[in-house]
């Protein structure tokens, strides 16, 4: 680690990118944004890098910044436009369709359709080649490996100049040697080309889905190297030795050149650090069942935290594509800022998933947007301010409530029913996020705090209010900037899991106990590699069981100690309660449904140091200091406009109340207060929303 004074986290969006730079001799925390940039994601990047750091002042010097910690959305977005390239696959013989079989997953139903039609293939069948060798489920070798047909196979992908290249084999999670063999043959015969392993990858059963992630790493490793390699160019000012990580999927950080290797665990690293930010902020405010909401400009992401600690998943996907490794729980909604309010063919109010996103933008932007999106709908109802940013972006009232007029008369509404007819969808379409990460998971909404962030997150809490029917909101300091905060509070974090299908009755604990050690060897090697040294590091294990005959599983904390009956038992106990809590039943007793043990999983933690938040002055009781005037809002479509104060959030200090109808501002993001509402500043200079 360098010895500098400074922790960046910076944070791109599809409008904007934030950043945050914590001075950790003073606590200061300097918070800015920048536009994205689409075309090239590392300019914005610079962008904002200059940008916060020239709010430190001259003292400014390559020594002092400590770390830059990144969350990006390069791998996604590739994914969610399906522009994975032309990537080859090799596989077992015999096994060539297995992505055309791929599962009987149809989403949301039928719908209106007869029949369901799988989406298009990821490879084509004439970029799968397939290379004689075969193990069983336990390693052994059935057929030896063909070593002439590996070369073949390789020297035709470079003929054909197939130059990303995914490699599973049957069972290579049990036994690695084939899938080795055959990497060290692609490289000799092929060695411009990109090669995934999926023993590397995802050492876990299930075929289609190893081989499916295997692939989607494969297509987005060449554009996340370039992307990296573009950052670290442009970072050229700064100290050599300076860190440089990012935001995986899982919850945790990675340097910059572990992410490069394996590029599809940064799927989701944006939405991961918005949640561990609200779950740091919140936990210090005394919270620890919490939902999230991270509305940005292209679509809003919720997670549950529980204990300070966001839900992981194995089951999640990118765009139609599944992608099975460890990702925070997250589900995306296309409800942002930059949605866009359409007409379905039959004549009713739409908005979203299509986003205008940062370029051109909504039509208030003037940037050439032509249609209607959120973010014209907050703006014609004086909800947000004329201004953005500090007055950095200008917003332009009159071509947001052209854009409604012609929308609305085609609807046959009036421009204020209209732009809050899309807010109200907005509103439900967010709450229908947050119940899929709740009540479809067995969980009461009215246990949790919602916690609202990001640029647009905050602006319609209070109809959200209304509809989940929580009984409080937080709203954190700076909570445009939260998802870049968030990066600054996380760890190193290392995935590593092997597939062991046992049942509980039959354990072989002596076994387990081997692979447990051998995930543990793993994890502290790659700490090491990541400079961690030995007693600083942490070890977490966890186990994926079911009952036997079921198809999916549940995962599970394993204590320390030596795998034993004894602590066997505990796991076993400990599936039977999450079943309970999760499905509303459980097998506990019933030597008809044994439990059975599917994979073993080892996290390596590397512990960094998170920011102290500050404390507020408490205040003088007057609130009235923080008011910058007043202006019309439209908080309902029922109603007209009526005089609502607004408030200049920096002002508010620990204890005021701001009852509403009233609008809180700030650099990044705005509360619209609804009548009947009211936000209490804590000590962490969080709003706290109740009803009044």
């Known amino acids: 680690m360098t010895a500098g004074w400074l922790r960046i986290g910076i944070d791109t969006g599809g409008t904007f990118t934030d950043v945050v730079a914590y001075d950790e001799r003073t606590g200061h925390l300097a918070v800015t944004k920048t536009p994205t940039t689409p075309a090239d994601p590392s300019l914005g990047f610079t962008d904002g890098l200059v940008k916060v750091l020239a709010q430190f002042g001259p003292d400014y010097g390559p020594g002092q910044v400590a770390a830059i910690s990144h969350g990006t959305t390069i791998a996604t977005n590739q994914l969610l436009e399906g522009k994975t390239g032309r990537l080859g696959f090799v596989t077992t013989a015999g096994f060539e369709f297995i992505l055309e079989i791929a599962r009987q997953s149809v989403p949301d139903g039928y719908g209106n359709s ?3 039609v799988k989406p298009p293939r990821i490879v084509p069948p004439d970029l799968v080649k397939t290379v004689a060798g075969r193990l069983d489920h336990t390693g052994a070798e059935i057929v030896p490996f063909d070593a002439a047909g590996a070369a073949a196979a390789a020297r035709w992908f470079r003929e054909n100049d ?4 995914g490699v599973c084999f049957l069972h290579s999670y049990a036994n690695t040697e084939h899938e080795r063999r055959m990497a060290d043959i692609l490289a000799a015969e092929h060695p411009g080309a990109v090669v995934s ?31 990296l390699r573009a950052i670290g160019d442009r970072l050229g000012t700064l100290d050599a030795s300076t860190p440089f990580y990012v935001m995986k999927s899982n919850g945790g950080v990675v340097s910059a050149a572990e992410a490069a290797r394996q590029p599809i665990t940064t799927v989701l690293s944006g939405p991961a650090a918005g949640a561990l930010g609200a779950a740091f902020v919140a936990r210090a405010a005394g919270i620890d069942r919490v939902l999230t909401c991270d509305g940005g400009g292209t679509s809003t992401d919720v997670a549950v935290v529980h204990d300070g600690e966001p839900a992981l998943t194995t089951e999640g996907s990118v765009g139609g594509y599944p992608a099975m490794i460890p990702m925070v729980d997250v589900v995306t909604v296309g409800a942002g800022g930059g949605s866009i309010a359409w007409i379905s063919p039959e004549g009713a109010l739409k908005v979203g998933p299509r986003s205008a996103g940062a370029d051109p933008g909504p039509l208030c932007y003037g940037r050439g947007g032509t249609e209607v999106t959120v973010t014209d709908a907050h703006l014609a109802l004086g ?7 500090g007055g950095e972006l200008r917003l ?9 007029a012609g929308l609305a008369g085609r609807l046959g509404l009036s421009e204020r029913e209209c732009a809050s007819g899309i807010l109200e969808i ?8 947050v119940r899929q990460v709740t009540v479809k998971r067995g969980l009461d909404i009215r246990d949790f705090t919602l916690v609202t962030f990001g640029g647009s997150g905050s602006l319609l809490l209070c109809p959200l209010m209304d509809v989940l029917g929580v009984r409080e909101v937080l709203v954190p300091i700076n909570p445009g900037n939260l998802s870049a905060f968030g990066l600054l509070t996380v760890d190193v974090r290392l995935d590593f899991v092997r597939t062991w299908v046992r049942r509980h009755d039959l354990l072989d604990c002596q076994a387990g106990e081997s692979v447990f050690r051998q995930l543990a060897a793993q994890a502290q090697a790659g700490l090491a590699g990541q400079g961690f040294d030995a007693d600083r590091w942490r070890l977490v294990r966890s186990a994926d069981l079911r009952y036997f005959g079921q198809a999916c599983e549940v995962r599970v904390p394993v204590p320390g100690g030596v795998f034993d009956a004894g602590l066997a038992g505990q796991v076993a106990d400990g599936f039977h309660d999450a079943h309970l809590a999760l499905y509303g039943y459980d097998f506990r007793g019933d030597a008809r449904q044994p439990v059975e043990w599917v994979n073993l999983r080892v996290t390596g933690i590397g512990p960094i140091r998170r920011p102290v938040l500050a404390e507020l002055k408490p205040g003088d009781g007057n609130q009235e200091r923080a008011r ?12 007209d406009f009526i005089p609502a104060g607004v408030y200049w959030r920096p002002e508010l200090a620990c204890g005021d109340t701001v009852a509403g109808p009233a609008v809180i501002e700030e650099f990044g993001a705005t509360v619209p207060l609804h009548p009947g509402f009211a936000a209490r500043v804590d000590r962490l200079g969080n709003l706290r929303v109740t009803r009044q």
Do not use: H
Request: glycine share 2%; proline share 4%.
């Open 114 to 116: 007869y029949f369901w």
């Open 628 to 639: 910058t005037g007043s202006r019309a809002v439209c908080f309902s479509r029922s109603d």
């Open 396 to 404: 332009d009232p009159d071509a947001a409530r052209a854009g409604l």
């Open 383 to 389: 909800r947000t301010p004329a201004q953005l940013l």
């Open 197 to 227: 392993v999926s023993s590397q990858v995802l050492r876990e059963y299930r075929e289609y889905e190893r081989s499916m992630t295997t692939l989607l790493d494969a297509a987005v490793k060449p554009t996340v190297a370039r992307y």
């Open 426 to 433: 907005t509103a439900w379409n967010q709450a229908n996020a």
């Open 162 to 165: 197939v130059n990303a290249i």
